[in-house]
């Protein structure tokens, strides 16, 4: 009797299989690839929890304890934002590609249509590429709430709340929709016809922000006190929570931008988890020697910058990309958020533009060299000499665009609702001044 009800079972095992199998392929016949769907269903959740609350734990951390809930309160609020403004017209003006022609210069090339406002003609039923567009959508719009997200770190504990809100939302229509477009928006986009390699945002996120933030905090100005006095993280414990979060949210963040369950999603991961590695590792090997002893912090903020410069190169390249990506982005952006920042004076409160703007900065060029078949990349037309001359020019011409028009959008911020709290509210703290609350209460 047991024998026969193992056989029976087995059976019916079997029969379910083949049921399953042959639903798969009628799916795959139609376009939709149900394993693909299911990786970045996960994915998206996974980019979204970098920001809520991944993001916020790493940076309120490295705040003083006055402002933990203010910054938390701008990563909520620019969470919500985003996604309406991705719904009404953001998605369309990034991705939608009426009227866009292959090496027809024209201004499609810069910025999509209005075709999809509001998801007009979407439906459940609406395929991009092998998943749905729908899901494609909500993918992408995790990339647009972190990128201003960012920012945020370079004029913390100072800013008002409202002009946080006006600034980070121009910024997003004018600097961060266009840049996508030109380098996501497939055949007839600027980037793309140029052959800019950039898999998951090294320009389109960290260049953008990391110059955006950049130019903001010098407009906005120092922290009372700056640089004379010390500003020490209020909970190292939420930052390196966060910093574990951001690491695990960018497995799918790289490894999601392959769009699909197959070998280049599992070798972006692989890659990027490399890279954050030998990040770390260096900004700690550095510290040891220079201050005599290594920090949680200096690591943590190691592996943010080897996640930082892998993101564009991460489907291009092999191991050892990622390894020598995560060597030279610890010691560029660990000199970046030290000597630079002192030499300069300004007070890129929690390193925004030395981690993602220079972390991006050298991904982007390297991806140009590591991409290639010789250093274990999978670009196999690849000519590394005249590949780095494009990486430049997207790098460059992005960060000149993004200097041009985030300064133009701060000052236009200050004029309508002033940027920065009185100098008595900043030292109450922004949390009690611009939120009636207190992030503790002892």
Avoid at 264 to 289: D, K, N, Q
């Amino acid at each position: 009797m047991a024998a026969s009800s193992i056989k029976n079972a087995a059976g019916a095992g079997l029969a379910m299989a083949a049921t399953l199998a042959l639903s798969g392929t009628a799916h795959a016949s139609d376009g939709l690839d149900t394993g693909d769907t299911a990786w970045i269903i996960v994915a998206t959740a996974l980019v979204l929890f970098m920001t809520i609350p991944g993001l916020f734990l790493f940076y309120a951390g490295l705040l003083q304890r006055r402002n933990v809930l203010s910054m938390m309160m701008q990563c909520l609020a620019l969470t919500c934002l985003v996604t309406v403004i991705w719904l009404a017209f953001g998605y369309s003006l990034a991705f939608d590609s009426t009227g866009m022609v292959a090496g027809q210069t024209g201004l499609h090339s810069f910025v999509g249509g209005l075709s999809k406002a509001f998801l007009s003609g979407v439906g459940p039923d609406t395929l991009s590429g092998t998943i749905p567009e729908a899901l494609f959508f909500a993918f992408q719009l995790t990339f647009a709430i972190i990128t201003p997200a960012l920012m945020l770190g370079a004029f913390a504990e100072r800013m008002k709340f409202s002009a946080v809100l006006v600034y980070s939302l121009t910024w997003l229509v004018v600097v961060y929709l266009p840049i996508c477009h030109m380098v996501w928006g497939g055949e007839g986009a600027f980037f793309a016809d140029m052959g800019v390699l950039d898999f998951a945002g090294g320009i389109v996120v960290h260049i953008t922000a990391g110059v955006g933030a950049l130019v903001a905090c010098i407009v906005v100005g120092p922290r009372d006190g700056h640089p004379e006095r010390s500003f020490f993280p209020h909970n190292l414990t939420m930052t390196v929570t966060g910093t574990a979060m951001l690491w695990v949210g960018w497995f799918g963040f790289n490894g999601g931008s392959a769009l699909g369950a197959n070998g280049g999603a599992a070798m972006a991961i692989v890659v990027t988890h490399i890279s954050a590695s030998v990040g770390a590792l260096v900004w700690m090997f550095v510290e040891w020697s220079k201050n005599g002893k290594p920090s949680a912090l200096g690591t943590a903020t190691g592996a943010i910058a080897g996640l930082a410069a892998v993101t564009p190169a991460s489907g291009f390249i092999g191991p050892v990309g990622g390894l020598v990506i995560g060597l030279v982005s610890g010691f560029v952006c660990y000199w970046a958020s030290t000597t630079v920042k002192r030499k300069f004076g300004y007070d890129d409160s929690l390193d925004v533009f030395g981690v993602h703007g220079v972390g991006g900065f050298v991904g982007t060029i390297l991806a140009g060299v590591f991409a290639a078949p010789a250093f274990g990349g999978n670009q196999a037309e690849l000519i590394v000499g005249k590949q780095l001359m494009t990486q430049s020019i997207g790098a460059f011409g992005t960060a000149v665009y993004t200097l041009i028009a985030s300064y133009a959008l701060i000052k236009l911020t200050g004029a309508l609702v002033g940027l920065r709290v009185a100098d008595t509210e900043e030292a109450e703290g922004l949390d009690s001044v611009e939120h009636a609350e207190r992030g503790y209460t002892l």
